[in-house]
């Protein structure tokens, strides 16, 4: 069977490369990065410093990119939150 996708008018995906892309986003989500393989993706959630839910999202990797599936309304907040902390990471 050949892999295909379904395009949902309310999802988005955001791509996050580089050397550094796997540490920097082990300490931002709530899972663990190593678990995502070419074959297996998570669900993760980003939190306040406070401990308090701002977003949702599964995370997977292909061709080593990150790939965060979420809701369309969030991506511009995601990238922002994501943006805030990059610093001098090669991400």
Do not use: W
């Amino acid at each position: 069977m050949k892999n295909c996708y379904i395009p949902l008018p309310n999802r988005t995906v955001i791509t996050v490369s580089g050397d550094d892309a796997a540490h920097f986003l082990q300490g931002l989500l709530t899972n663990d990065i190593k678990k995502v393989d070419s074959t297996h993706s998570i669900s993760a959630l980003m939190l306040t410093p406070q401990g308090k839910l701002l977003f949702d999202f599964f995370v997977c990797i292909r061709d080593g990119v990150y790939l965060i599936d979420c809701a369309l309304e969030h991506k511009e907040a995601i990238i922002k939150r994501l943006s805030l902390y990059k610093l001098r990471a090669d991400v």
